[in-house]
């Protein structure tokens, strides 16, 4: 069974940029006066100084960056250009990298891509979003970017005010009190903006599926199906127009590829305002966890045209994104050998593992492996053939279900066939 990926709009139905075009093109609005307001010549952080003179110097990062602006449709339902420049697009950058997201109005959790959004899905930003010269400058940007929002600068986000994080409208959006917080000091008591959206839940608000049942499987990530797909081969063509999965790309030519051919991958997405954190699916240990380098805001040109709504990706992103790749043997001798596979999604990309998740390590089914440092995106499970028996009712993607509900973190999400492996 697989389930079309194009069909659901992931990235606003989650929550990283707005339902409406017209509440993001609002914010584009807004921020590029909020740059423009600053005044000329800009003062451009050292890291897009960088960036900056890469374009200057290198002759095909120029054309990409350049083309790719000016291949950006001026018709709807991109009304009106942001970008016009190399310079322009700078500056806007510039303006993200001391700015933590904030809530309500045109809420807006990943900026640098919605600056971004309509280069990905041009002819120019294909090639340029896989180039491996643009690709480790963004890295860069966001490591920038990210210093901050890890920084007490980051915390102004967190007030009362109606784009504050403390509002009662926000407050019941991320139910602050699942969560550890304390709730008389001025900010919680997080640390910095990415403090508080890696925060944990408190004892008992997730508890563990069937904790003594090694045949039950428990959901990895607070997420929302999004793709189910058995028979899955070695080798794909993932870049085509139905993203099939393609187990070599996908687990980075890990040598236990051959074990899943024929398996089953699933895979669901994070929401915005959910837990970041990730959980072992089942008790087992972890026979290897590591990161793989990969792409930031590279899109399947086999979109066309539909890559810049943004229409979905997911499948994709799980090949050539970066991501952290953790293989597990479970206990239990059927399930045996299995993937989780954490995806990081433009701005959120960044995927770190627990120190409990070090090869050799023994985990209990719901212990943590890690976590999304700011946000986070989609991830899958990887088992072999012959594995499960059944999903859960709550674990079949619904594709055409703007609410569909939340496979809440630890909670049962399939259960292994029972006999011998």
């Given at each position: 069974?697989?389930?079309?990926p194009?069909?659901?709009?992931?990235?606003?139905?989650?929550?990283?940029?707005?339902?409406?075009?017209d509440?993001?093109?609002?914010?584009?609005?807004?921020?590029?006066?909020?740059a423009?307001?600053r005044?000329?010549?800009?003062v451009?952080h050292?890291?897009?100084?960088?960036f900056?003179?890469?374009?200057?110097?290198?002759?095909?990062?120029?054309?990409?960056v350049t083309?790719?602006?000016?291949?950006?449709?001026?018709?709807?339902?991109?009304r009106?250009?942001?970008v016009?420049?190399?310079?322009?697009?700078?500056r806007?950058?510039?303006?993200?990298?001391?700015?933590?997201?904030?809530?309500?109005g045109?809420?807006?959790?990943t900026?640098?891509?919605?600056?971004?959004?309509?280069?990905m899905?041009t002819?120019?930003?294909?090639?340029?979003?896989?180039d491996?010269?643009?690709?480790?400058?963004?890295?860069?940007?966001?490591?920038a970017?990210?210093?901050?929002?890890?920084?007490?600068d980051?915390?102004?986000?967190?007030?009362?005010s109606?784009?504050?994080?403390?509002?009662?409208?926000?407050r019941?959006?991320i139910?602050?009190?699942?969560y550890?917080?304390d709730?008389k000091?001025?900010?919680?008591g997080?640390?910095?903006?990415?403090?508080?959206?890696?925060?944990?839940?408190?004892?008992?608000?997730?508890?563990?599926?069937?904790?003594?049942d090694?045949k039950?499987?428990?959901?990895?990530?607070?997420?929302t199906?999004?793709?189910?797909?058995?028979?899955?081969?070695?080798?794909?063509?993932?870049?085509?127009?139905?993203?099939?999965?393609?187990?070599?790309?996908?687990?980075?030519?890990?040598?236990?590829?051959d074990?899943?051919?024929?398996?089953?991958?699933?895979?669901?997405?994070?929401?915005?305002?959910?837990?970041?954190?990730?959980?072992?699916?089942?008790?087992?240990?972890?026979?290897?966890?590591f990161?793989?380098?990969?792409?930031?805001?590279s899109?399947?040109?086999?979109e066309?045209a539909?890559?810049v709504e943004?229409?979905?990706?997911?499948?994709?992103?799980?090949?050539?994104?970066?991501?952290?790749?953790?293989?597990?043997?479970a206990?239990?001798p059927v399930?045996?050998?299995?993937?989780?596979?954490?995806?990081g999604?433009?701005?959120?990309?960044?995927?770190?593992?627990?120190?409990?998740?070090?090869?050799?390590?023994?985990?209990?089914k719901?212990?943590?492996?890690?976590?999304?440092?700011?946000?986070?995106?989609?991830?899958?499970?990887?088992?072999?053939p012959?594995t499960?028996?059944?999903?859960?009712?709550?674990?079949i993607p619904?594709?055409?279900?703007?609410?569909?509900p939340?496979?809440?973190?630890?909670?049962?999400?399939?259960?292994?066939?029972?006999?011998?492996?």
């Amino acid at each position: 069974m697989t389930t079309d990926p194009r069909l659901t709009d992931v990235r606003r139905q989650a929550g990283w940029l707005p339902e409406s075009q017209d509440d993001l093109e609002a914010w584009l609005d807004g921020h590029q006066q909020r740059a423009e307001a600053r005044g000329e010549p800009a003062v451009l952080h050292p890291v897009l100084a960088e960036f900056q003179e890469l374009i200057d110097t290198d002759p095909v990062v120029h054309m990409y960056v350049t083309q790719m602006i000016a291949q950006v449709p001026d018709t709807k339902p991109y009304r009106k250009r942001h970008v016009e420049d190399v310079a322009q697009l700078m500056r806007l950058i510039n303006e993200v990298l001391t700015m933590a997201p904030e809530f309500g109005g045109h809420m807006v959790f990943t900026p640098l891509g919605a600056i971004l959004d309509w280069t990905m899905g041009t002819r120019a930003g294909f090639a340029a979003y896989r180039d491996p010269r643009v690709n480790a400058m963004i890295k860069k940007v966001l490591n920038a970017w990210g210093e901050f929002l890890c920084s007490r600068d980051s915390l102004y986000a967190l007030n009362d005010s109606p784009t504050g994080w403390k509002c009662a409208q926000a407050r019941r959006a991320i139910g602050i009190e699942q969560y550890e917080h304390d709730p008389k000091d001025e900010h919680w008591g997080f640390a910095s903006w990415n403090d508080f959206f890696t925060r944990r839940f408190r004892d008992g608000e997730r508890p563990v599926a069937a904790p003594d049942d090694d045949k039950v499987i428990v959901s990895a990530c607070e997420s929302t199906p999004y793709g189910l797909s058995t028979d899955v081969k070695r080798q794909d063509r993932f870049w085509i127009k139905s993203q099939p999965y393609s187990l070599q790309d996908m687990l980075a030519g890990d040598e236990s590829v051959d074990e899943f051919v024929g398996g089953t991958v699933y895979q669901a997405f994070l929401s915005a305002t959910n837990y970041h954190r990730w959980h072992s699916p089942v008790a087992g240990t972890i026979v290897r966890a590591f990161v793989q380098p990969g792409t930031y805001y590279s899109e399947p040109d086999s979109e066309g045209a539909d890559a810049v709504e943004p229409m979905n990706s997911q499948s994709y992103l799980a090949h050539v994104a970066a991501r952290a790749i953790i293989i597990l043997e479970a206990d239990d001798p059927v399930i045996g050998l299995m993937a989780f596979v954490a995806v990081g999604m433009s701005d959120v990309s960044s995927c770190l593992i627990s120190p409990n998740a070090a090869p050799g390590q023994h985990v209990g089914k719901g212990e943590e492996l890690g976590y999304f440092q700011y946000g986070g995106s989609t991830h899958c499970l990887v088992f072999r053939p012959g594995t499960i028996a059944e999903f859960t009712l709550g674990a079949i993607p619904q594709p055409h279900d703007p609410q569909a509900p939340l496979m809440l973190v630890r909670s049962k999400l399939a259960v292994a066939r029972s006999g011998a492996s």
